[in-house]
Structures are given as C-alpha cells and as structure tokens.
C-alpha cells in the first residue's frame, strides 16, 4: 500500500508497567475516534492494541508505541499504530496469543524498519469521515498529547458500557444469550471485589469482548432470527434485576437515616452515590422491560373513543412542577372539542415522555403541546426551546441507547424516544422530529381519527 509521504505521528506513548496496558486501551479508542472511525471501529482497535500491549509486555517488557493517519494518492486513509519493542522479539516474529486479535483489525505483523522489528496494525477510515486538513491534523496532535489519561477504573467502567450498548446488537439463541449473561454477572461481581482483583477481572473483561466480537463480525446473519429471543431476554433479566435494585436503594436509605449509626461525611456522599446509581440502573431496568414488551408484541392497545382535553389537562397539572423554579413555561393549549379512536394510556404515556424530554433539556425558554386536525389526523405536536439536534443525527435519537453528544449531562438512557415511537406505531400513527442547533424541536404525532 503506497502512501503520501509521511506526516508526523499523531501521538507517541511509551508501554513498560501493566498500568500503561489500560493507558494504550484508552489512548487508542481516543485516537480512533479522532480520525473518523465508528463507535465499534474504535472499540475494535481499542481492544486489538490492548491484547498485543499485554503480550509484548510478557514477551519483551514493552514497546513504544506510535499513532499514524496514512493517506493513499486515491484518498483512502488507514489508522496504523506502530509498536517498537524495547528488546528484539524471539525468533523476530510476532503472533498474537489469541488467534481472535488479527480479526479486529484490517492487518497485523511485523515488518522491518531499519534494524528494527516493528509490530504494525491498521484500520481503514471510512470514506464518510471528515477530511482532516493539516491544520486539523497539528490541533489533534495537540489535544492529544496535552488530554490525560483516565484511570484503570474509568476504562473498566467505559468497557462495561461498551457491554451493555453490545447487548442491544447481539442476538444469539437461547444457549448464546445464558452464556453472556453469565459473563455479565460475573463483571458485575467483579466490580463489587474491584479493589481487590482489578487487574485479573480486566483480563477476563478483555478476552469476553475479543470473543464477543469477533463472534458477532463471525454471526450477523443470525441477528433478525434471535430478536425474539433478546426480547425475552431483556424482559426476564428486567424483572430479576428490579428486586436487588430495590433493595440496594431500601439499604441505603436505611444507612443515610438519621437514627441509625451517624456516618462519616466522606462514607454520607459514598451512600448518596450508591444511592443515585441504584435509582438510575432502576429506571434503566424499567424502561428495558417497556421496550422488550414493546418489541415483543405483548402490549395490547385497548381502543376506545378518547377526548384529548381530560389527557391535557392531566399533564399540565403532572408536569407542571418539573419547569418550576427554573425559566422555562409548560403551555399545553386546550385542544379542539373533538374525539379520536386510540388508547387513552399508550397516548398519554407518548405525551408524558415527549414533554418530560422538551422540559428536561430545555434551559430557557418554552415547551408547548398543541393539538388540531388536518384531514382525517390528528397532529400533536411537542415544541422546545432547547439546543436543537442536527439533522445528521434526526434518524439516531429513535436508535436505543443513543443520546445526542453534548446534552447527556441532562440525564436519560436512550431509550424513552424509541419507546415513543413503538408505541405510536401501534396506535396505527408516526412520530416525526423537526430540528435545527439553536432553534429548538419539534416532535409531531399523527394518529387516525378512526383508529388503526
């Protein structure tokens, strides 16, 4: 593969400690991110540069380690990492311990440069990425080397997210779901030891997710015959889940109350955050067990002659108090003397959430629900001040799990919009989002006048 002359690295960094493995891990999914590649892109590369980190360390005490964006004269553009052992590698070969690795990747091996042996490993950009100009190119070398590296326990907590966003993707049989969640419980029990075995569950973590992925580039074309059975799965993990949350939460109360044992400050703020996060994977379990039954058809729509003005009036009264305190204005106008065939609580629950997300990302300004007829339809829209969303990303915000960067300080798992929206289609109607940044949004739902 010919290329451009060479530019300067995008980033050097030195691999001699165990810790540097985590470091690397890290760097590389920043790196990859930066140049264009996509969210499983990156963590592939993430991953791949981990594996070979660990057994270079073994094998030789270390490498330094170097990040390139190659350009071809056609345009095409690689992310190449360049790994140059602080000693000669035996037999001057390099083969990964496990054989998963070099399918993360687009090549591995060893080439020479100079004296030296070189590990070398690339991964294509994509031609939808953004070009980067050499100024662009001089601003990342920058960010990068002045950003500091996270901690062992920040990159742990970021692969356990890369898990759980992967569950959403693999659709195994029956047998290949117990198995992952096996794998999962068994994360989760090691973060509960984390002090203690934070290296030896790291390196299980990493060989669950090369296998994991290379499974899922290896099984695609199974993914739309196992839907049902991650439906099932994610409703039956949903309703085992709630019980040990609950009672994380009860625990906690009972140690913040004032008539137990007084507790340090630092051990007060330790409850309040094991608290906060047993009350957000409860809602996160909540919303799951929704989407399953949504996705597994097991939501019956319970059809009658509704009057929207009693919905209405129902939330202006119930969400009033979230704009309270804050400057921002709830107006939901009184909607036309008229009746429409649908499901008076799936309806009510679109609404809740549309005008629960217009009123917690909204800073100022308005959120307002208005109703009229057009046709045989009824059109509702939800209408915010907000930041707005760009229309590259109108499609994304109905995808589960996503949340739109820069805006997720404001809370949420992703999951309220695509729940909005399966619900509307068994109303037999659409949700539609009109945005631009800075000007606000606006979720239109049509619905029927008789009904599906």
Do not use: C
């Amino acid at each position: 593969m010919s290329t451009v002359p060479d530019r300067p690295p995008l980033l050097q960094m030195a691999l001699r400690v165990e810790h540097d493995i985590f470091v690397v891990r890290q760097r590389g999914r920043e790196v990859a991110a930066a140049v264009g590649l996509e969210h499983q892109d990156q963590v592939r590369v993430a991953t791949a540069l981990s594996e070979v980190a660990r057994d270079l360390l073994g094998m030789v005490g270390g490498a330094d380690v170097t990040f390139h964006l190659d350009e071809t004269p056609d345009g095409r553009r690689h992310l190449r990492v360049d790994l140059l052992p602080v000693r000669p590698l035996p037999s001057g070969r390099y083969e990964p311990q496990s054989g998963a690795v070099a399918r993360l990747v687009d090549s591995l091996g060893t080439i020479g440069v100079g004296r030296d042996t070189v590990v070398r490993m690339s991964r294509r950009v994509p031609v939808t990425a953004q070009a980067l100009t050499p100024e662009r190119l001089a601003e990342l070398r920058t960010e990068l080397g002045q950003s500091t590296p996270g901690s062992a326990l920040d990159e742990l907590a970021a692969q356990n997210q890369q898990l759980i966003a992967t569950l959403d993707e693999v659709r195994e049989q029956r047998d290949e779901l117990a198995v992952l969640n096996e794998e999962l419980q068994e994360t989760n029990r090691g973060v509960l030891a984390l002090y203690g075995q934070l290296s030896e569950e790291l390196e299980e973590t990493n060989r669950g997710v090369v296998a994991l992925y290379a499974e899922l580039d290896e099984k695609s074309a199974q993914l739309r015959a196992a839907s049902e059975s991650k439906s099932r799965f994610l409703a039956n993990v949903s309703h085992e889940l709630r019980a040990p949350v609950t009672a994380i939460i009860g625990l906690g109360r009972l140690l913040a109350d004032s008539a137990s044992d007084p507790l340090t400050r630092e051990q007060a703020q330790q409850v309040e955050l094991i608290r906060s996060s047993a009350a957000d994977l409860l809602t996160l379990v909540n919303e799951l067990l929704d989407l399953a039954k949504a996705e597994s058809g097991r939501i019956e729509v319970n059809w009658s002659e509704v009057d929207l003005r009693p919905i209405f009036g129902q939330l202006r009264g119930t969400l009033r108090a979230l704009a309270a305190g804050r400057p921002v204005e709830l107006e939901v106008e009184e909607p036309p003397s008229a009746t429409l065939r649908t499901d008076e609580v799936l309806l009510g629950q679109v609404l809740r959430n549309l005008l629960h997300n217009g009123l917690k990302f909204t800073e100022r300004g308005e959120v307002r629900l208005r109703a009229h007829l057009r046709d045989d339809r009824w059109v509702l829209t939800v209408t915010d001040t907000g930041p707005g969303i760009a229309p590259e990303l109108h499609d994304r915000i109905f995808e589960e799990f996503y949340q739109v960067p820069g805006v997720t300080r404001a809370g949420g798992t992703g999951l309220g919009l695509p729940y909005a929206r399966r619900l509307t289609t068994l109303l037999g109607g659409t949700l539609e989002l009109t945005s631009e940044p800075g000007r606000g949004s606006t979720f239109t739902v049509t619905l029927p006048v008789g009904g599906a």
